[in-house]
């Protein structure tokens, strides 16, 4: 895609947010409308299809700082009138007094002034600064985003799960070339397939992405009938993702290569799997050490005992030594989630003094006994203190 093309479009408009818009406002419009419009959920709808792969595309560049950054001041230098009152109206090529703003790109003005407009913007549109005048090179594909839900003793332990995507990938019908099977895309005769053409005016010589390819050094006769000559299709494929033992919640699990195809030969922008984890109904997690909060009587705690508590896999035993207070958190070493370096964290086991909503006479009269032979004994000494002295 040449530079006028990208500029010309207005990447914030197609995701609904505004050109300040913060990372994670990006994320949520952009998540919402794939959803809406996803291939899956609207069979034969083309218009939902175009809309997709608009909004793919412009998340592919919001959603990366460094492209962001590019975009917006490309938008800024061009959008609105651009250096020194040249025009840009709606993605067009002739600003005011019948100048081509694309003149500016690749110009290198002597004694170092910009150094060359496609040199500032070379990441944008696929190319790297330092080389106004060589060949266009291909754009890399776009990174994409999905996720995944996975039970609690699938985080810990970790899994291996089918991931089924719909999103842009290599044309299978033409493998990526845009041709027609049976054709192929030849080179244009108007660049001689560099993708750029070299113009003079006046003492000043001008490179510019060539108008006829625009910049892509081939022309393409016999479009593909699946892709239109792009290259690139919405495809349904399945995968397989390998998630981590001991994954956190909402993190991010990178697959290199398996994002948005590449142009020209460019290579693939990287997928990132999303993880989310379903609670677990007894089980938490700090860390690398898994929790458990275990109710118990008041006489376990005030006598002692012996607990069996489980684990994700068996049980353990655990004493409770006599006089332990309610809340206190006892470790049991070595029976939390695996570390990447081999070892393993430990199980903390909270302890927690339930209340029986209701008593038989027998617990209660007990209870009554206890109560008295234990009155002359205060559980609250200095609250009690600092009544006596506020004279209560």
């Known amino acids: 895609m040449s530079a006028r093309e990208w500029i010309g479009k207005d990447f914030y408009r197609e995701l609904g947010v505004s050109s300040d818009a913060s990372q994670d406002e990006i994320k949520k419009a952009y998540r919402k409308l794939a959803r809406e419009n996803h291939p899956d959920a609207n069979p034969g709808n083309t218009e939902a299809e175009t809309k997709f792969k608009a909004v793919s595309e412009a998340y592919g560049v919001l959603s990366d700082t460094a492209k962001r950054k590019e975009y917006d001041e490309a938008r800024r230098l061009f959008g609105s009138g651009g250096p020194g009152g040249f025009g840009f109206p709606g993605g067009g090529g002739t600003g005011t007094g019948g100048f081509d703003i694309n003149d500016l790109f690749g110009q290198s003005t002597a004694g170092g002034g910009f150094g060359g407009l496609g040199d500032m913007l070379g990441n944008l549109f696929g190319r790297r600064g330092g080389g106004g005048t060589t060949a266009a090179r291909g754009q890399r594909g776009a990174d994409v985003e999905t996720d995944v839900r996975i039970d609690f003793a699938e985080a810990v ?31 244009c005769p108007t660049c001689a397939g560099s993708g750029l053409v070299s113009r003079s005016q006046g003492a000043f010589a001008f490179s510019e992405p060539c108008r006829d390819c625009r910049g892509r050094g081939t022309l393409i006769d016999d479009p593909c009938p699946e892709c239109v000559g792009e290259g690139i299709s919405t495809r349904t494929r399945t995968l397989t993702v390998r998630i981590p033992a001991g994954v956190d919640d909402n993190q991010r699990i990178r697959l290199a290569g398996q994002g948005e195809p590449g142009r020209g030969g460019a290579a ?7 993880v989310h984890v379903n609670p677990h109904p007894v089980f938490g997690r700090s860390g690398n050490d898994l929790t458990i909060t275990v109710p118990v009587e008041f006489s376990e705690l005030v006598l002692g005992t012996t607990l069996t508590v489980p684990t994700l896999e068996s049980k353990v035993s655990v004493k409770v030594p006599s006089g332990t207070a309610s809340g206190r958190v006892l ?14 964290g430990d199980l903390l086991v909270t302890l927690q003094v339930v209340i029986p909503a209701k008593l038989d006479g027998k617990a209660k009269a007990a209870l009554e006994s206890y109560a008295e032979a234990v009155a002359k004994h205060d559980p609250r000494p200095e609250i009690t203190a600092l009544l006596r002295d506020r004279g209560a």
Do not use: E, H
């Not at 693939?268 to 999303?274: E, N, Q, S, T």
């Open 157 to 187: 332990k970790g899994a291996t799960l089918p991931l089924r995507l719909s999103s842009p990938a290599t044309c299978g019908t033409c493998g990526g070339n845009g041709a027609r099977p049976g054709t192929r895309p030849r080179t």
């Open 268 to 274: 693939a922008g990287d997928l990132y799997v999303r």
């Open 331 to 344: 470790r049991v070493r070595g029976k939390g989630i695996a570390k990447r370096d081999g070892t393993q």
